[in-house]
């Protein structure tokens, strides 16, 4: 797609449900990033993909929360037994590769804001 | 890791005046750096990067940045900022054949008043 595009835009839960939410990365980009926004703390790192391998994962914050990437392509962030806690913006971007290893940068969708009620 | 500091979270002035945001990292080897700005109701969007070369960069709008590598810094200039550039600014950086993370600061948030 012409964009980073991710869904649902805004998605209001009950404490305790699961929740899943989806990133289309840009065509073709290998390297695909979760990141959570939570108002005045900035972008927290949640997980790193490369392809479909998850090299980074150290940024999940506790065992409820889990990612996966298939096809080297959409990524699914699921949140099991959500918490109040867990209410802000999570992002996605996408880079054509690791923007550690090349001169690249990351693109960014428009989030999905949780709100866990 | 490497970890990004941003000061001053909220900067409030006046149409005209210049601007600086300043941006300081941890990480002692090579680095690619990034400023990036949301404005309001949107998503982030590159303002300019470092990669190498030329240590002052310049990006859209008249923003520019310096690189400084002996005081780990990457600070942001505008030399006359509009109420347009109302937004919150994020430095980023990522540690080339580190750890593949793009560590981001918390951002500053720059109202700027007509």
């Known amino acids: 797609g012409a964009g980073v595009s991710q869904s649902p835009s805004n998605k209001v839960t009950e404490k305790g449900k699961d929740v899943e939410l989806r990133c289309d990365p840009i065509?073709?980009?290998?390297?695909l990033y979760w990141y959570r926004q939570s108002l005045g703390q900035g972008l927290e790192f949640l997980i790193y993909?490369?392809?479909?391998?998850?090299?980074?994962k150290s940024g999940l914050p506790s065992d409820r929360f889990s990612a996966e990437r298939t096809g080297g392509s959409v990524s699914t962030l699921t949140i099991q037994r959500t918490q109040q806690e867990d209410s802000a913006v999570y992002l996605c971007?996408?880079?054509?590769?690791?923007?550690?290893?090349?001169?690249?940068?990351?693109?960014f969708g428009q989030g999905t804001r949780l709100t866990v009620v | 890791a490497q970890s990004v500091s941003q000061h001053n979270h909220h900067v409030i002035l006046s149409e005209a005046a210049s601007l600086e945001l300043g941006c300081n990292y941890s990480?002692?080897?090579?680095?690619?750096l990034f400023w990036y700005v949301q404005y309001p109701g949107q998503h982030l969007q590159l303002l300019l990067k470092?990669?190498?070369?030329?240590?002052l960069v310049k990006g859209i709008k008249g923003f520019e940045a310096e690189f400084i590598k002996s005081k780990f810094s990457f600070n942001l200039r505008k030399p006359s900022v509009q109420w347009s550039d109302t937004a919150e600014y994020f430095c980023?950086?990522?540690?080339?054949?580190?750890?593949?993370?793009?560590?981001f600061g918390k951002g500053n948030q720059v109202v700027v008043i007509p």
């Open positions: 470092y990669f190498s070369g030329d240590p």
């Open positions: 993909f490369q392809g479909n391998s998850a090299p980074d």
């Open positions: 971007a996408s880079s054509p590769r690791n923007t550690g290893i090349g001169n690249t940068e990351a693109f």
């Open positions: 990480y002692g080897g090579t680095v690619n």
């Open positions: 980023a950086v990522n540690a080339l054949y580190g750890n593949n993370r793009l560590a």
């Open positions: 065509s073709g980009h290998t390297a």
